[in-house]
């Protein structure tokens, strides 16, 4: 009998280790997980949105240009009546339907890697990831581009991120999948 009640002392003893244990390591395992970025709402009353962006984050002022229309970890700078510069997220509000801008980019210029319908800010959407073919008018045939593209009426707002160098297409792309859910047009 004794041998039983030591046996099972021992085991209670382990058992009450155990979830000792396990409630120390859960804390730890709680304060690694990443936080998400705070964003910051940004308004382009030219383009008709706000959007957030991650609050560490620089976006173009106007100068000439848009203000929140390009948006970069770091510091950059946007020259009037030049191209775009190489950002991280880019957004514009562009004169066609829903409906025309798919068509137009998703002919023979780019080969479509995904392309799903969706609803965002109330309003119809695709999202978009486009590899450029040899035909691409504006990218040179390889580069992937990630996009959504909003309906609003006789115009839509595109908000992308292209895979080139120097910039980082994995993580830009779950960046910019965050910004679209704060996407207020108007």
């Not at 120390?24 to 030219?46: D, G, K, Y």
């Not at 969706?118 to 990630?146: C, D, F, I, K, N």
């Amino acid at each position: 009998m004794r041998m039983v009640l030591s046996n099972r002392c021992s085991l209670v003893a382990l058992c009450l280790a155990v979830l000792a244990l396990g409630g120390c390591v859960h804390p730890q395992l709680e304060s690694a997980r990443p936080q998400e970025p705070s964003l910051t709402r940004c308004s382009n009353p030219a383009g008709r949105y706000s959007i957030g962006h991650p609050s560490s984050w620089k976006t173009n002022a106007g100068n000439g240009v848009e203000p929140c229309r390009f948006f970069h970890p770091t510091r950059f700078e946007v020259q009037p009546h030049s191209e775009e510069p190489l950002v991280a997220v880019s957004v514009k509000r562009e004169p066609m339907t829903l409906s025309t801008f798919v068509q137009g980019n998703t002919g023979s210029s780019y080969e479509i890697l995904q392309q799903e319908r969706l609803t965002l800010a109330g309003r119809p959407a695709v999202r978009l990831e486009l590899r450029a073919t040899s035909e691409s008018p504006l990218l040179p045939p390889g580069t992937r581009e990630y996009l959504y593209v909003i309906g609003d009426g006789d115009s839509v707002i595109r908000a992308s991120t292209l895979a080139v160098r120097g910039l980082d297409y994995a993580g830009n792309k779950v960046v910019l999948d965050e910004m679209v859910r704060t996407l207020e047009p108007r």
